[in-house]
DNA sequence: TTGTACGCGTTATCAC
DNA sequence: GTGATAACGCGTACAA
């Protein structure tokens, strides 16, 4: 028994009156009488009405939504962006339209064509692990519909994004690794085709070479999860070829990284000393707490969508792209550093 | 430069036929040569032309968006959810809009309100913990739209819900410490005025009462974060009340009484058990891996969306409302069974 | 097989 | 001040 929703008709029936004038009542317009504003407003209350802002958007050929693009939801940074995104959104009166491409490509340009079918006033995309080509990506910015990339940027394509500075913020860990007295130091990275991937190997590198020590190449290997940095320590360990501290590309990988040593009787920091990436719940938990470099995810998410909103409401039209460097810090907790006793 | 999305009358135009011609190509319509389904077709390819779904909304009174109104999506839980729920959406061919109520029962109240404002097809809802009073999500039944519940219902509203037995699982997280021995049992427990926290603690005094233990009264207070936890271990073992188990209401709860038991060097699970319940990631990688109930999030999200779509295509129209109850799993690792060597 | 006319809910524009 | 009209993009009875 779904009860047709109200609308102006049925207020402008009920007081006799034309739509035109309800719509200007509801909209606080000055030329309407004080008192037509008053019945209409009640009568609006009585009936329990509420603007559809769908019609709206269509008469208006604008909408009030914004849509996002992510890997994974359940990825806690990329939830703390979604949480910055819905924050600033919300705020201005935009609701928040979410795709999830579970790192596919294909799913992805599928959710490019969704929120375009919807008229989304613009789009916020952290690209898939996946995804090599950018047709679809392409075809957002043809369309006109603005868009803006957070933490995974399209290599190639012009468009604003707001990014960390991975490869400086990897220096540093590796840096601090360095300082702390550690010179084996090995880096599980992310995938090379992804750029923050590339860059906060670049980083790990240059932080190698500024300390004038050669990279090994059985140091340095892919792998960005939890049961591959498991694996990866065990396959270190019976090489012979052991590190004083790993470098990880994230907190799982480091946390892989750490059972696997605590089972082989390593004792971290001492043994080896581990620094991961993200900031996640767990790294404040874990045991010894990690040390790792915080994002800011939801600074990000809050930047993202400012940018986005500029340029929905072409604040900054026809301006080239604009890239925002998020700096992510360098949290030292006890992974990383021989605590005095 | 935004240019002005293509639309059936521009393909209309360029084969000099009619709108409503093209719209029946669009929609394969038997009715059409194929000649001219043909031309169409090619047309809207050259053209890159993109169905408005809000437009085709408004005209079949019928929106292709389903709102969900959550406390956060930072939390695992929900975030595994949200998965599940954008999963079912995203194959029937519907977007989702996610709202964060931040627990705050005004914002809930808002978030309905856009929510059908902006004519959403159904309507996912995970009540804040603040709220008390009901009367936007009865206004959200009113209306017509139809509202299903997942994890945190709104007692005595009549309405599809899809819940975990939290009563049963408590109990038998509860007995499973029994039977490891235990009898001091301690629980840290929920916000009372959530049905969750009130059903779990039930669980857990079903278990003792069921076993012939009477409850005292300072073991079982509320504390469902990981600093409350953390000091109201502090405190049980500054007043020499120290149980030999506690059951938390949560596993980041579970995680700051091990915290604190680590500083006070008491071994777990020989000097004290601990079960905690969600199954976050941090259960399977804390430090002893943490025992807790499985909530199925993901699977929880399917359930209640197939729920809402069904509701939406009146499958099952007048039909009394549905409570499915997702089976929480215990998942026995370290923190609660003392391992052979 | 195709075109015409109208309506979905809203609002900008032009009348009065 | 208020009303009538048209239009946003799409779909569909009805007419041709």
Redesign the pocket.
Known sequence: MST???????I?RYL????????????D?????R???QQVLEVAALLD????????G????QSSTIGVIIPEIVHYFFSQVISGIEEVAYNEGYTVMICQSNDKSDREANNVRTLLAHQVAGILVSVSKETAGFKHLEEVKRSGVPLVFFDRAAPGLMADQVINDNRDAAFRATTHLLEEGHSRIAHFAGPQNLTIGKERKEGYLLALTGAGIALREEWCTEADTFEKAYSEVMRLYQSGNIPDAIFCNNDLTALGAMKALRELGTEIPEGVAIVGFSNGIFSEISEPPLSTVDQHGYEMGVQATRLLLKRINSVNKGEPPVTIVVRGDLIVRETSRIMPD
């Open positions: 047709a929703p109200v609308t102006i008709k049925d402008a006799k009156i034309s739509p035109s004038t309800v719509s200007r009542a509801l909209k317009n000055p030329e309407i009488s008192e037509t504003k009405y509420r603007p559809n802002i769908v019609a709206r269509l008469k208006n050929r």
